[in-house]
T-cell receptor, first 112, second 116 residues
């Protein structure tokens, strides 16, 4: 079945450091890929998405590129801020299936 | 638009009690779903619905019932609460039910449930 494996946290960085959170997937067909973010005490929000190979999703300084050859969708940000502290979830939607499959989440803490 | 709303925000139950978690959306979305979030487990799908009158089971449906009598509402019922159901519950909705290359799911703020 479909699955998402993402880097286990927690990840702790200093402000302005470079961030990478790894995400790989297994799916039938050509899935759409997503990163969701959950700030403390809140629900999940879509951060960025990519619907086909080589697409780059970007938002709020975060980027992720859909790599079909390595079945990966790693999240990156060049300079993190304290306000980026949150849990990040990688997710996929396979084909015409409307269901999302989530990774386990990665807790990011950014210290001033 | 209020988006996706959930009530209550917090709830404590005793083992064996029943309750209903409410979820409503005002975006006329076809697809609605319930997830539970547990530490180290990510989000797991409990039940989902692709439209009024249509529901189906997700990964972890045991102990939960749902119904979808209107497009707007999708309540989740616990008939006899167990400590294993202690979790944070999220409702989500999406504007497309199928046949789309992607669908963004919009999440509610969550209900934190403790079963003693």
């Amino acid at each position: 079945g479909d699955s998402v494996t993402q880097m286990e946290g927690p990840v702790t960085l200093s402000e302005e450091a470079f961030l990478t959170i790894n995400c790989t997937y297994t799916a039938t067909g050509y899935p759409s890929l997503f990163w969701y973010v959950q700030y403390p005490g809140e629900g999940l929000q879509l951060l960025l998405k990519a619907t086909k190979a080589d697409d780059k999703g970007s938002n709020k300084g975060f980027e992720a590129t859909y790599r079909k050859e390595t079945t990966s969708f790693h999240l990156e940000k060049g300079s993190v801020q304290v306000s980026d502290s949150a849990v990040y979830f990688c997710a996929l939607k396979a084909g015409s299936n409307y269901k999302l499959t989530f990774g386990k989440g990665t807790l990011l803490t950014v210290n001033p | 638009n209020a988006g996706v709303t959930q009530t209550p925000k917090f709830q404590v139950l005793k083992t064996g009690q029943s309750m209903t978690l409410q979820c409503a959306q005002d975006m006329n979305h076809e697809y609605m779903s319930w997830y539970r979030q547990d530490p180290g487990m990510g989000l797991r799908l409990i039940h989902y619905s692709v439209g009024a009158g249509i529901t189906d089971q997700g990964e972890v449906p045991n102990g939960y019932n749902v119904s979808r009598s209107t497009t707007e509402d999708f309540p989740l019922r616990l008939l006899s609460a167990a400590p294993s159901q202690t979790s944070v519950y999220f409702c989500a909705s999406s504007p497309r039910a199928s046949g789309s290359s992607y669908n963004e799911q919009f999440f509610g703020p969550g209900t934190r449930l403790t079963v003693l």
